[in-house]
């Protein structure tokens, strides 16, 4: 079982930047990957980005040159830096962590507002 904790939402003016964290917790032994995804009212979850334990990244091309996603492997901490916000990137995001063997966990997810 794995635990996951996010944090750094809120609201931000178009342009601003936010910072989300989220740490697992639990049997992290086999934690292959990590990332973010997000899904806006009334429209299905979509990725944002992931990056392995090894650093291999992986970005939706909507946020690529805005976010940047990154790893803190001894304390099982993932980041997503977010710049240049735009009122298009208000979502829930969630932070995802995939296992050895394919097992998938999620967050409960961060409100993320950008006004215009």
């Known amino acids: 079982q794995i635990y996951l904790v996010e944090s750094g939402g809120g609201l931000v003016q178009a342009g601003g930047s936010l910072r989300l964290s989220c740490a697992a917790s639990?049997?992290?032994?086999?934690?292959?990957?990590m990332g973010w995804f997000r899904q806006a009212p009334g429209k299905q979850r979509d990725l944002v980005a992931t990056?392995?334990?090894?650093?291999?990244?992986n970005y939706a091309d909507s946020v690529k040159g805005r976010f940047t996603i990154s790893i803190n492997n001894a304390k099982n901490i993932v980041y997503l830096l977010s710049n240049s916000l735009k009122p298009e990137d208000t979502a829930v995001y969630y932070c995802?962590?995939?296992?050895?063997?394919?097992?998938?966990?999620w967050g409960q997810g961060t409100q993320v507002t950008v006004s215009s």
């Open positions: 995802n962590a995939e296992l050895t063997g394919g097992f998938s966990y």
């Open positions: 639990g049997n992290t032994f086999g934690l292959n990957r």
């Open positions: 990056i392995s334990r090894t650093y291999s990244t």
